[in-house]
């Protein structure tokens, strides 16, 4: 959203950072919103399955997910010290800490990637005669797993995208010490990011 | 543009950071380790618990709330109320049927 | 009567070349859809919107010539049942959801607050890009795949997870509009929380403003509930994955929480605009301040607000608890006061007014008699009981059209009416303009009346065929849509001849205090050659 | 119109009478005066507007009142809606299925019927269920209305003072034929009903296969006659050979006992050329099934 800020807009001479951090704001927003949604689903059908969500949770591999959260944490770290590094004028650290929550966060996508093998693997995957025969509750659970999951690695991914957009600029000297807002916004996304992780890690793997 | 004030930067510390991140890493294996004793139906509220004091965490450092402009924590607030509401208006259907 | 309106225009300064004339670094039509003008992106929404509304509407008649007697009368059932779902789609997702903020919103909303543009005008052109593509794809879902979709509007499941119709491809559509909606909301929040002009304090924002306001808010909190509600059915249809479906022990139920969580608050997306444009009509041609401002600030905000914790008012009858429904209702009937409070103060404002009788004016009566019926009506489908009796029935499909027809409908037309002169520069004729609105009006009242009457008698909605008994009102109705859609037809034959040989508008026919008069009409590339200053209130008439 | 036919039917009048005299009234003082106003106002008439920015005490009131109103009108609403969950101990029950598109009711003692006969003056259950999408149970002449909900069985209740035969409709959209899925409630009396309970008068000397196929709302999309419905017709349907798909594939099958009896059992297998794939399986005894495909037969 904030790529659009205000400062291109007929070439007038305006740049208004507080307006477009109070875009991305306003997109977070929705971002909360519409996973908010899917927790709703999550809550109502737990509430109906609770054993059947219990049994199937057990499925999940509470290592990965704990490693994965520590790395979406250290992630969400590194991304919020490169704004202070790019704010101290300190360009070199900054980028080194956007590569290092870049290589993080493919990590991430990697044990994303080996976890859902392992499920596929086992017939835990939607459709699969196993998993259909674990009753309607399981079904539910995994149905919720992977498309929330799914639709979190998405975010990942388009985090990414946005993290690589303003690494670029800042390698080119387009966002500087007094010109950041677009980092800022970048590192807010990540954040969201983090922050939808956080409640998804206990609510699929923490069921005991 | 009627209120162009432009404030004082604010610079975050790496130190604040590097606590913070402390804090979630701890809080982190708090919720693991909560797991293996079995609390029941607290479980959940307890998960649920831990996991608002990281995310608050998060949005109050991580995302700068407690530095930036006000407003931006006002709405927030705002947002996260609104959704708890919708929540709670959902069971409401739910836990009576 | 017109003649010594348009003759007391305040003097012309010197003309400049307006934002339909400008050069830009684009050529013919790329300057129009590569524009990033708030005016010429208002323009576009304007034709693609009006193209959608015909054809909404030329379906709509084709229904009721169906509806005319019992039995087959133009069509086979499957494609009347497609025709109506494809009648809601484009009505409520093209038509009156975006209607006022993407058109009027647009046009006039960055000028009211004394801005050159809109926060993120390449957003904004991305909203219509993605208007447009969610068109494209529920109008040629109505092509490709096995069947026009049908359920309706709705998508309930699990009826359109099991139809063998075309309905994820609608769905699908249905996500992108909502998806432009919430960036025109965005939009408009930073554009109104930034980018007011020195002196415009929020309790001198004029009243369009303060409801696209409310309305940006709904549109970002709730939009996305519907759309991923939305993705989930899709995903269910392509990939088998049981969210609502009882055979995988789905909960229908459920879906309906999501869908109305969304669709209530979009109803208040449809209709807060539109009061906000009656509140601009109707101190312009009273010629005097609008009674109670800040009680109709603070009521848009109130409806905005508690508008979303209703939604469970359309599912009296779906199975969910008797608390619920108890807590539903009573959250309903609130609602009420604050919609109440706007009409008042509305009323009270043409008191000791020195009313001049135009157009737009005509459009705001018009305007608060329908909404007074739909708002009416809607009291008694608040209440549990009646609502068991008239839910699913055509008294429902009588309150909506009252509220987003003659509500949101009449106030659309009734702002093209007041900003046309400022958006072409160019009067149109009122005498005809006048006609036109008659037909609409007389014809509105006899197509939509005869609802209630067939939905007491439990007429059900969404029926291709019906019992003799209910043959008398639905005869009537379908004779009142021609008059509604003769009154349609000649309003706009009206308005697109005067594009070109309408007497020149002046800066301010209307005598409006509001910003967007003290500029040329048509505005030019960037609206003020300086930015105002604002003093004072925004309906100080001297 | 309907005076009296339930107990519910004053209830739900009345709350709905009192909100739209009150509605009324407001109705017309507000057009009234807004009419008054514009004339009374006019620019001819008044050339010089006075400028009133509001007034609190008229806020206050304009606020105080309706609130008053609508909560009154929330408590009559509610009111009149209360006795609908209510179930008296002695009510008798029947079972309502509902499928695409046709309902069918069940009574204690096993007996089907495809329309709903009840005694006068006697508190009836109506346990709904449906089968494969959302219905309605809907009586305009009792008040009554109910989404019927596959999987999630839920009811309605009323006791019917009048004799007579009366509607019941499907209120919630639920495909091609919709509008089609009409069927009758008949109130009789005591001695009627209980003539009609424990023999089969009023289901005349029609073949077994017919009112199986009936009860089952078979011909609401298989007609018996050769016309076009949802699905392909009964008549002249045995021994014919068609164009079925099965499995994506296509090919020609003849429609000998043991295809039909599938088709009822497990529809999606073989599917006709030209027709959608949306009937839901079907559960019954080997008998039945004979019973349906021999009466098939007969429709040459």
């Known amino acids: 959203m904030s790529d659009h800020s205000a400062t291109q807009s007929h070439g007038l001479v305006h740049r208004d950072d507080e307006g477009s951090k109070l875009g991305m704001w306003l997109f977070i927003f929705t971002e909360i919103l519409l996973f908010g949604a899917l927790f709703i689903v999550y809550s109502v059908y737990r509430f109906k399955n609770q054993d059947a969500f219990h049994a199937a949770a057990l499925n999940l591999d509470t290592v990965i997910g704990t490693v994965n959260t520590v790395i979406l944490i250290v992630s969400s770290a590194t991304i919020a010290m490169s704004i202070s590094a790019l704010q101290q004028k300190n360009k070199k650290l900054a980028i080194t800490l956007m590569v290092i929550t870049l290589v993080l966060a493919f990590s991430f996508l990697v044990n994303k990637y080996f976890e859902w093998g392992a499920k596929f693997h086992h017939g835990l995957y939607p459709g699969a005669e196993h998993l259909m025969s674990l009753g309607h509750g399981q079904n539910q659970f995994f149905f919720l797993y992977f498309f929330m999951t799914g639709l979190h690695a998405f975010h990942v991914i388009v985090g990414m995208g946005f993290i690589i957009f303003v690494m670029r600029q800042v390698m080119r000297d387009e966002l500087t010490y007094n010109n950041y807002t677009r980092l800022e916004n970048a590192g807010l996304y990540w954040h969201l990011v983090d922050l939808i992780w956080i409640y998804l890690f206990p609510l699929f793997y923490l069921i005991h | 543009m009627s209120h162009d004030t432009h404030e004082e930067v604010h610079i975050t510390p790496y130190s604040t950071y590097i606590i913070i991140l402390a804090l979630l890493l701890v809080l982190t294996a708090i919720t693991v380790g909560v797991t293996v004793i079995h609390l029941g139906t607290f479980s959940v509220a307890v998960a649920l618990f831990v996991a608002t004091i990281k995310g608050t965490l998060v949005l109050l450092y991580f995302m700068h709330l407690k530095f930036d402009n006000k407003l931006f924590l006002g709405l927030v607030a705002i947002v996260f109320a609104v959704y708890t509401a919708v929540i709670a208006i959902t069971f409401i259907d739910y836990l009576s049927r | ?542 | 119109m309907f005076n009296g036919t339930s107990t519910f039917v004053e209830g739900v009048d009345n709350a709905f009478l009192f909100i739209v005299v009150i509605s009324l009234i407001l109705l017309i003082v507000l057009t009234f005066l807004m009419v008054y106003f514009i004339f009374r106002y006019r620019k001819e008439r008044n050339p010089v507007a006075s400028q009133i920015e509001g007034n609190v005490t008229l806020e206050v009131l304009w606020t105080v009142i309706p609130g008053i109103l609508v909560l009154m009108m929330f408590w009559y609403g509610w009111k009149a809606y209360t006795p609908m969950r209510e179930v008296p101990e002695d009510a008798m029950v029947v079972k309502a299925v509902a499928r695409m598109w046709a309902f069918s009711f069940e009574y204690d003692n096993g007996k089907k019927s495809d329309k709903l006969v009840v005694p006068i003056n006697k508190p009836v259950k109506v346990v709904l269920e449906a089968t494969d999408v959302l219905h309605a149970f809907y009586i305009p002449a009792f008040r009554v209305k109910q989404d019927m909900v596959p999987g999630n069985p839920q009811y309605v209740w009323f006791s019917a003072s009048k004799t007579g035969s009366y509607d019941i409709f499907c209120a919630e959209y639920c495909g091609t034929l919709h509008s089609a899925m009409i069927t009758k409630v008949e109130v009789l009396e005591e001695t009627d009903y209980q003539a009609w309970y424990e023999g089969s008068a009023l289901a005349g000397d029609e073949p077994v296969g017919l009112k199986l196929l009936k009860d089952n709302a078979c011909i609401s999309c298989h007609s018996t006659d050769g016309s076009q419905l949802v699905g392909p017709t009964f008549k002249g349907l045995f021994g014919k050979t068609h164009k079925v798909v099965s499995n994506g594939v296509e090919k020609e099958i003849v429609a000998d006992d043991a295809y039909l009896m599938k088709s009822i059992t497990d529809p999606a297998s073989d599917v006709v050329v030209g027709f959608p794939a949306i009937m839901q399986p079907y559960q019954l005894p080997d008998s039945s099934l004979k019973s349906m495909v021999e009466f098939i037969k007969t429709l040459k």
């Open chain 3, 1 to 542: 009567m017109s003649e010594t309106v348009l003759k007391a225009g305040s003097a012309e300064p010197q003309y400049q070349p307006s934002y339909l004339e400008m050069e830009t670094k684009h050529k013919g039509i790329l300057s129009w859809i590569l524009a990033t003008d708030h005016k010429r992106i208002a323009q576009l929404y304007f034709f693609s919107m009006m193209t959608m509304f015909l054809i909404g509407a030329l379906i709509g008649v084709l229904i009721r010539i169906e509806l005319m007697a019992p039995g087959r009368t133009i069509m086979d059932a499957q494609t009347y049942n497609g025709f109506f779902t494809l009648h809601g789609i484009i009505m409520i997702f093209m038509f009156v959801i975006p209607g006022l903020p993407a058109v009027f919103g647009n046009f006039v909303m960055p000028i009211m607050i004394g801005a050159k543009d809109v926060a993120f005008p390449r957003v904004n052109l991305l909203s219509w890009y993605l208007y447009v593509i969610g068109g494209i794809i529920v109008l040629t879902s109505q092509f490709v795949g096995s069947g026009p979709p049908d359920g309706g509007w709705t998508f309930y499941a699990p009826y359109s997870v099991k139809s063998a119709a075309n309905i994820g491809m609608a769905a699908m559509g249905a996500f992108f509009l909502g998806f432009s909606s919430i960036l025109t909301g965005l939009n408009f929040l930073v554009t109104i929380h930034r980018m007011r002009a020195p002196g415009m304090s929020w309790d001198r924002i004029p009243l369009f403003v303060w409801s696209l306001y409310a309305t940006g808010w709904i549109q970002i909190l709730a939009t996305p509930v519907i759309g991923i509600t939305l993705v989930l059915i899709v995903f269910e249809r392509v990939f088998q994955l049981g969210f609502f479906d009882p055979a995988f022990g789905g909960d229908p139920i459920l879906y309906q929480h999501l869908f109305w969580i969304y669709s209530h608050p979009a109803v208040y997306v449809m209709i807060l605009p539109a009061m906000g444009a009656i509140s601009e009509i109707i101190p312009t041609f009273a010629q005097r301040t609008i009674f109670g401002y800040k009680a109709i600030v603070a009521s848009s905000l109130l409806i905005a607000f508690v508008g979303y914790f209703v939604w469970g008012h359309h599912m009296y009858t779906s199975g969910m608890s008797d608390t619920a429904k108890w807590v539903f209702s009573f959250i309903t009937f609130l609602v009420a006061i604050p919609s109440a409070i706007k009409v008042f103060n509305w009323v009270a404002t043409l008191y000791k007014g020195s009313i001049n009788i135009q157009p737009p004016l005509l459009y705001a009566v018009a305007f608060m008699f329908t909404f007074m019926i739909g708002g009416f009506t809607g009291l008694i489908i608040g209440a549990v009981a009646q609502d068991i009796h008239l839910h699913d029935t055509t008294f429902i499909v009588g309150h909506f059209h009252y509220i987003v027809f003659g509500g949101t409908g009449f106030a659309f037309f009734g702002a093209l009416h007041y900003w046309y002169p400022k958006m072409y520069g160019r009067m149109y004729n009122i005498k005809l303009a006048n006609i036109a609105w008659g037909l609409f009006f007389f014809g509105f009242n006899v197509l939509y009346f005869p609802m209630f009457v067939a939905g007491y008698m439990g007429m059900p909605r969404r029926y291709f065929d019906y019992l003799p008994e209910f043959y008398i009102p639905n005869l009537i109705s379908t004779m009142g849509s021609w008059f509604l859609y003769a009154g349609i037809i000649l309003m706009i034959y009206n308005l697109v001849k005067s594009r070109k040989t309408g007497a020149i508008a002046p800066a301010n026919p209307w005598h409006g205090v509001t910003l967007e008069w003290s500029i040329q009409s048509p505005p030019t590339y960037e609206n003020f050659d300086e930015i105002p200053v604002v003093k004072d209130g925004p309906y100080k008439f001297k």
